[in-house]
């Protein structure tokens, strides 16, 4: 289906509800009634499965103290490497090359204190000047650990237009002297989804190791990360998988750089067998267990248990496909309703370069976002200009997206936006 057969009714956004096989997911999350939620890419919502998986865990801890390690209905012992294997279909990974464990940020300095090996002429890291600053704060700390200046050591691709990085300039960029390249798989503003594929090709016949940021597209798109060779990955879990404020985040390493001895090490990265003996030699796990430093954070880990499992019930496949639905109508409904209002779209409209959620900008972005969450819409804003709408796959109805588009219309409309100042709040 595509914009020639929309039409701008809530009749017809009622009938795609209708025609919509994973319309009834709706109920296994709690929605709020008063508000149309579209911030999903920045903390998706709760279902009734990761909550019962929280309490679960909770009811372990309560009835069986220290033996919850071993026993109950989830033993935490082994539950990192239970939810990496849940999570490897998501990323196109084996089992073993999945470990939920630490936080984007942490789990990245993580795999740069791994993979990053500067030599005598390979010294620096390429990254993009879109990314996320998280990324490039932490890299510029690992270039600083080791004695380089991040200023003339993080190469930074420039974007031609401000909103997408072209796979072209990234290549150009990869010269002899990077070490270690990190990119995200999806850029955060613009949803544009990288050709990680002929990157990573492209890299590894320079003799490069790559690795992505997938916060913004782990469970929104499917990955090839096994097939497509790349060496490591890394993402949150509390975005498009549900996992709660803080969840724990999820990394992936390649099979083939099993056995490298880990940047960091940490006692939950040792063999199972052997990590009570309290050994001062560190016996590292054969897999991507290896990469956990430190205890599991059990209570933020246990809702994934019942988010995963929703996630592997209906299938990437058919979460993306519906995603790809739901975003293709929404611009479908912003050109043809806000027509003149000045409004840009500013994400890329090719199903294959089109992450998880739209991206409009508009001069009074800021103001439009605040005037929105008084009429229940929430949405996201990123400065200067961008407001972010991310229908969401297992929670989204095309009834909501029909209403999000009607409130803006009247907002632009009767200039409701006006009543506000066009300044971000403390969380954007």
Known sequence: MGGSTYKSTRDFAKALDQQDELASYRDEFYLSTTSIYMD??????????????????????????????????????????????????????????VIVTGSTTVNLHQLVATFYKPTNNRTKILADELNFPSDIYALKSQLQLRGYDPETH??????????????????????????????PTVLYRSGQILDMKRLTIEAHQRGIAIGFDGCHSVGAIPHQFHEWDVDFAYWCNYKHLNGGPGSVGGLYVNKKHFGEKVGLSGWFGSQKETQFDMNHTFTQAEGAGAYQIGTPHVMSVAPLIGSLDLFLE?????????????????MWLIE??????????????????????VSIEHQEAARICKALKDHGVIPDFRAPRIIRLAPVALYSSFEEVWEVVQQLRSIMIEKKYEHYKNEREVVA
């Open 40 to 97: 999903g890419n920045s903390l998706g919502l709760l279902s009734k499965r990761a909550e019962a998986s929280l309490l679960d865990v909770l009811n372990d801890w309560k009835n069986l103290g220290i033996d919850g390690w071993m026993k109950g209905k989830h033993p935490w012992f082994h539950l990192s490497e239970e939810l990496g294997e849940k999570s490897a279909p998501l990323v196109g990974a084996l089992p073993e090359e």
């Open 154 to 183: 993080l190469i930074r691709v420039k974007s031609r237009d401000g909103r997408f990085i072209d796979e072209a300039d990234i290549i150009a960029a990869m010269t002899d002297e990077i070490a270690l390249i990190v990119l």
């Open 336 to 357: 043809t309703e806000l027509d003149g209002m000045g409004f840009t779209i500013g994400n890329p409209r090719e199903d294959k370069r089109r992450g998880g959620h």
């Open 314 to 330: 209906v299938g990437i496949e058919k979460v993306r496909a519906k995603s790809l639905k739901l975003t293709d109508y929404l």
